[in-house]
């Protein structure tokens, strides 16, 4: 069970966060968006990855992985972290700025009333 630790951990978060999408965040609903703000730094941090595992710099303990790795050398549960916890935030940040006051909703009622 050791090696689904990662991939759990990921999942758990998208499972806390899915509440988030359905209470109206739309986040999920906009994937053109959702890629724009999300696969630019994520391609930087997989290169980044790549550079470090190739070069030493860094591993990771097969224990908690599954074994599937993307070319040349990325733990594929890696490459999915940095999928996962951008979307997990952009998420977040989007709940926060609707439901906070000078949000979303207050932007969209100020356009209204002009």
Known sequence: MDHLQYLLLLAGCLAITLPLELSGTRVYRR???LGRAVLPTA???VAW???AIAGGAWHYDP???TGLTLPPSLPLEEAL???VIPVCAVL???TVQRLSPGGHRARRGQRDAR
């Open 49 to 51: 990855d790549i550079l």
């Open 43 to 45: 391609a930087v941090f």
């Open 92 to 94: 977040t940040f989007e």
């Open 81 to 83: 972290f940095f999928l």
């Open 31 to 33: 994937p053109g968006r």
């Open 63 to 65: 224990r908690y992985l």
